[in-house]
């Protein structure tokens, strides 16, 4: 390998290391509480070079983090409504992935989306609108499995809102109280009202 070809594998690996390093502490400790010396120790990647891949500093870090872990929840998600039990055994299957996920974490790992956005949303407009428009992206996921189970947009869009909002609220009060019962709750919940069959046209 060339050492100019070897330099931009290195930049590569670097960079890759900031973000998961972000991610990973966003996930658990939020953005206040988050310091660029954090970051770069977690990473292992060389100190000086964090100004060069990000010259925004934290926030621009924060914003690649986000929407590296938001674009990996969507294609999760995506995955599991293309299943072939609609949408109803699709979010209890997604329910018992953050269950496992929260658990496996001893209680550490909270959304990193919803973490930065209930710190930060008026405070940095970057950080907010990248929030904006992942939750968007999971929502226009949710819509979509919901319409191929005949729902109307107008209702499709609704209970996407539910979903999304039920969830984020049963993960944070689960991380709160060390307790799954939150989101098995939600499931409880959710599941039987997804699977019902849907009345009215579907979106298309």
């Given amino acids: ?28 400790q939020g953005y206040a509480a988050t310091g660029l010396s954090e970051i770069v120790e977690r990473s292992g990647a060389p ?21 590296r872990s938001g674009e990996q ?15 109803g055994e699709a979010v209890g299957a997604l329910v018992e992935a953050m269950a496992a996920g929260l658990e496996a974490s001893a209680y550490r790992d909270g959304c990193p989306i919803a973490t930065v956005a209930l710190e930060m949303a008026g405070g940095s ?6 929030a904006a428009g992942i939750f968007a992206a999971w929502l226009a996921e949710l819509e979509g499995a919901l319409c191929r ?23 944070l009060l689960s991380r709160a109280r060390r307790d799954v019962a939150p989101l098995r709750a939600v499931a409880d919940e959710l599941v039987p009202l997804l699977s019902r069959p849907s ?3 579907d979106c298309g």
């Fill in 149 to 171: 189970d005949g729902a109307d947009a107008e209702s499709a869009e609704r209970r996407a809102l539910l979903v999304l909002s039920a969830l984020e609220g049963a993960l």
């Fill in 47 to 67: 100190r000086g070079s964090v100004y060069f891949h990000f010259p925004g500093g934290k926030e621009e870090l924060a914003v690649a983090a986000m929407a």
């Fill in 1 to 28: 390998m060339s050492t100019d070809a070897s330099s931009r594998s290195n930049g590569r690996a670097s960079r890759a290391a900031f973000i998961d390093a972000t991610a990973v502490l966003l996930r658990r």
């Fill in 73 to 87: 929840l969507r294609g999760a998600i995506a995955a599991l409504m293309a299943g072939p039990g609609g949408a």
């Fill in 199 to 201: 009345q009215g046209a």
């Fill in 125 to 130: 407009e970057p950080l907010r609108e990248t």
